[in-house]
C-alpha cells in the first residue's frame, strides 16, 4: 500500500508574534518541523513525504531537505492553509493510494495514532484523530456576552493527522474548488462529499504550536517522552 504524507508547514506565525515562522523555531535543541518530519518517517508506513512551506523559503528549505531522507519534494504554499495542502496533493507520485495531512507544528504524533488512523482510513474511506471536548462550552456574541451553553456530548477538538483514501480527497478538492468553498480543515471538504469520517482517540499531548506559550508546554512534553 502507497501511503503519502502532506506536512503543511507554510503558515507565518503570526500569533507566535516571532519573526521566524513558528515551524523552524526550536524545540529541545531541534527545530519543530524536523520533530514532526522524523515522527511521521519513524512511524514506517510512509513511502511519499510532501513538504509545503512558505514561498519565500522554498529554496533554502529544498536545499536543506530534499537531500535528506525524511522528505520526498518540497513545494510552495498558497495563499491559504486549503491552497497549501491542495499544492502538496498535486505533487503526489502515481499510485497513491491513502494521503495523510498533518500538521508541521504537530510534532508529540505518535507512531500508534498514524497506524490508527491509516488503517480506519482504509476501511472508512476518511478518518481524523480528535479528542472529545471535556471542558464547558459557551456560544458568546460579538459583544463578549454568552449567549447560550452548548451541550459538550459528542463534541470533538479536531487534530491531525488527517487521512484519506486518494480518490475520495481528490474528489473532496474538486468539489471545493468548483464551489469556491474554503473549509478549516480537510475532514469539512470531505463531509460535503456526504462521505462517512471515522474519529480516531488523539491525545491531549498532540498539541499544535502556535503561540509562545505552546513552546513551554512542548518543552514539558518532549521532556515526558524523553523521561527526564
Not at 45 to 61: F, N, W
Not at 124 to 133: D, H, K, L, S
Not at 173 to 196: H, I, N, P, Q
Request: hydrophobic share 40%.
Amino acid at each position: 500500500m502507497k501511503v503519502a504524507a502532506i506536512i503543511p508547514a507554510a503558515g507565518q506565525g503570526v500569533r507566535m508574534k516571532s519573526p521566524v515562522p513558528k515551524q523552524f523555531l526550536n524545540l529541545g535543541g531541534k527545530p519543530i518541523l524536523r520533530l514532526t518530519l522524523e515522527a511521521l518517517a519513524g512511524s514506517g508506513i510512509v513511502t511519499d513525504l510532501v513538504l509545503v512551506v512558505p514561498p519565500g523559503e522554498l529554496e533554502a528549505v529544498r536545499r536543506e531537505w530534499e537531500k535528506s531522507s525524511l522528505v520526498s519534494r518540497v513545494v510552495a504554499g498558497g495563499e491559504k492553509r486549503q491552497d497549501s495542502v491542495y499544492n502538496g496533493f498535486r505533487s503526489l507520485s502515481p499510485g497513491t493510494e491513502i494521503v495523510i495531512v498533518h500538521d508541521g507544528v504537530r510534532p508529540f504524533i505518535t507512531g500508534e495514532m498514524i497506524h490508527a488512523s491509516v488503517e480506519a482510513a482504509v476501511n472508512t474511506g476518511a478518518a481524523i484523530v480528535a479528542t472529545p471536548v471535556s471542558d464547558t462550552v459557551k456560544r458568546v456574541n460579538g459583544q463578549g456576552i454568552i449567549e447560550q451553553t452548548v451541550e459538550r456530548e459528542g463534541l470533538w477538538r479536531v487534530q491531525t493527522p488527517q487521512v484519506f483514501r486518494y480518490d475520495i480527497l481528490k474528489r473532496a478538492f474538486e468539489k471545493a474548488y468548483s464551489e469556491s468553498f474554503y473549509g478549516t480543515d480537510e475532514g469539512s471538504l470531505v463531509e460535503r462529499l456526504g462521505e462517512k469520517v471515522q474519529i480516531v482517540p488523539g491525545s491531549e499531548f498532540n498539541i499544535k504550536i502556535t503561540r509562545r506559550e505552546d513552546l513551554f508546554l512542548g518543552e514539558s512534553i518532549l521532556r515526558f517522552y524523553q523521561g527526564s
